[in-house]
């Protein structure tokens, strides 16, 4: 995927601006991994930069949705693992005890929660290999499109690397343990129309018809009930890890949140009055 939205991303004098672009269209937050040299594979400062953006989509009332896509023929390699910790790599010099687990929870582990708990609905257009931290950051999008030549490595194990950034906890959730299990024992290379299959993946097009495909759900989220969207993110997030009782409970609530929204209030009047119900994400 090697176009970008309509409205450029502004100018800027940072230099990580020009590794991870940015624009906003039709209330859509465009962030684009642009290293292509390197696969995008993900420094520091770039996640940074990713965790700033998305941050910034949650608590921005324009911005109704978000999608994450990359330039070049790769998705997203990983974390940058060759130049030690500028680079995201491990630790230089004599290593103590705790500085890996403090990386880790600091690094991948706060950009997926960053996409987890992004209070928009997040795609993944998926260009090309996802790797590792990289596999990670696009299974924990809520709605996953791939190029039918994108493909989806657990690479950890290849390294001698227990998986990282979210991995066992998102892929059991998705696809079962046994399932989980193969991809991470293994770290063999899932194309894209196999990933569908195992249900990663929503739907699979033509490298052409990705930015399309990904514009044209975005939009049509961006036009949605944008805190029931929300309220239910949560809810099916969080219910993998809770019991009925509390499961039960947090609808309710979420209901009762949500019918204070001006959007429900619309969607129920449209829906007496027959038309067709006008949503401001509010």
């Known amino acids: 995927m090697t176009s970008s939205p309509e409205k450029p991303a502004e100018k800027s004098a940072d230099p990580v601006d020009s590794l991870v672009l940015h624009a906003t269209d039709n209330h859509v937050s465009w962030i684009t ?39 070049g023929r790769g998705f997203c390699a990983g974390a940058d693992l060759r130049g030690g ?11 103590v005890a705790g500085d890996v687990a403090r990386m880790i929870r600091l690094g991948a582990q706060r950009l997926i929660g960053a996409v987890l708990d ?11 290999t996802a790797a590792g931290l990289g596999a990670h950051l696009a299974l924990a ?38 399932r989980a ?14 990933a569908a299959r195992l249900g990663l993946v929503n739907r699979v097009v033509p490298p052409d018809d990705l930015e399309k495909t990904a514009r044209d759900w975005a939009e049509r989220l961006a036009t949605g009930p944008t805190r029931a969207l929300a309220l239910t993110k949560q809810l099916v997030n969080a219910s993998l890890d809770t019991d009925r009782t509390t499961a039960f409970a947090a609808e309710a609530a979420a209901q ?27």
């Open 85 to 95: 910790p500028s680079t995201g790599g491990p630790p230089a010099g004599e290593r």
């Open 181 to 194: 299990k193969e991809l991470m024992f293994f770290g063999d290379a899932l194309t894209a129309a196999d």
């Open 141 to 178: 999008c809520d709605l996953v499109l791939a190029a039918d030549s994108a493909k989806f490595i657990e690479v950890f194990v290849r390294r001698g690397l227990v998986p990282d950034g979210g991995g066992a906890y998102l892929l059991p959730r998705l696809i079962g343990p046994q």
């Open 256 to 282: 009762e949140i949500n019918m204070t929204t001006t959007d429900a209030n619309e969607g129920v009047a449209a829906f007496t009055e027959r038309r067709t119900p006008h949503y401001q994400g509010r």
């Open 118 to 128: 992004c209070e928009k609905p997040v795609i993944a257009a998926v260009n090309g």
């Open 33 to 71: 991994l642009n290293r292509p040299e390197a696969l995008n594979a993900i420094t520091p400062d770039q996640r940074e930069r990713l965790i700033q953006h998305l941050s910034h989509a949650s608590s921005d009332p324009d911005v109704r949705a978000v999608v994450i896509t990359a330039t």
